[in-house]
């Protein structure tokens, strides 16, 4: 049985492809993580992780890994629950950004309503920017969303990068206006494809805005523009815009776990806990 410690540390490692910020999340030493990780390949056998100077990535045992660990940390969530004796009660009030409305986020909730039926999830799914807004004013208990630079805080849950996207269709005229297709205000998405355009001098107009993702992606689909999203994350039916086409870059972009500073009672910091558990055991997407 492979070990759950190592297991939350190769998960980790993964997400955040550094032993060094991994380490910083989990609260461990350097050396304690590279441990781990060694010990679960000594266990299986293979190399989970590829080395080198450039930085650290999965190898192709370490991408199967992935949704092996998440089972077993789930597994053994849902048993600690059962065998604790308590049955959570009460609300939690839980937000999570539009970008992972296509994600593994929905199994993630299930598998949560499954073990704790008492707790009455109130799921609201807005932009990041929201979220972040409805967190400091007391309305949600937990919350999913981009890391913004006015709000730095949270656990880490994953890195990725923003790209621009579109329709496989989609010509782009270099001499026009880039055609945008975005989230209105507070939108951290939209906020920094503007900033980044600005500073690259490319002229651009928004031809679409929406405050559903579906709808973004209706428009995209249908060829009206493009639209900046998490690489990971890339609707069916949309593909990323080539090197090519001159776009400038988007930069990194982080998902991470808040919670709430004025939670109501005890009731909702456990049902919160127990959620951002199940997050990390299994991260989107």
Known sequence: MYDPSQLRTFLMVAQTL????????????????????????????????????????LTEDGEAMLGFARTILEAN????????????????????????????????????????????????VELSGTL?????????????????????????????????IG????????????????FPPPGLTRARALEVLEQHGRPWRIVCTSGSLNGLVAAARAGLGVMAHTRGL??????????????PELGPVEFVLLHGRRQRD???RAAADRLAAAILAGPVP
Not at 167 to 182: A, G, H, Q, Y
Not at 234 to 247: S, V, Y
Request: proline share 6%; charged share 30%; no cysteine.
């Open 234 to 247: 890339i609707p069916p039916g949309l593909t990323r815009i080539p090197d090519r086409a001159g776009l």
């Open 266 to 268: 005890s009731a909702a």
């Open 77 to 124: 969530e849902r048993a600690a629950s059962w065998f604790q004796g308590t049955r959570l009660r009460g609300r939690l009030r839980f937000g999570a950004s539009e970008d992972f409305v296509l994600s593994r986020l929905p199994e993630i909730l299930e598998g949560f309503r499954r073990d704790h039926p008492e707790v009455d999830l109130e799921l609201t």
């Open 18 to 57: 550094s032993f060094t910020q991994a380490g910083h999340r989990l609260g461990l030493r350097q050396s304690t993580v590279s441990q781990h990780v060694r010990k679960l390949e000594d266990e299986v056998g293979r190399p989970l992780f590829t080395r080198d100077t450039h930085g650290v990535e």
């Open 167 to 182: 329709s496989e269709r989609l010509r782009l005229d270099p001499d026009r206006p880039l055609p945008l297709i975005v």
């Open 132 to 164: 972040h807004e409805r967190l400091a004013a007391g309305k949600l208990d937990l919350v999913l969303a981009k890391r913004s630079e006015e709000r730095p805080g949270g656990r880490l849950v994953w890195r990725d990068k923003l790209v621009w």
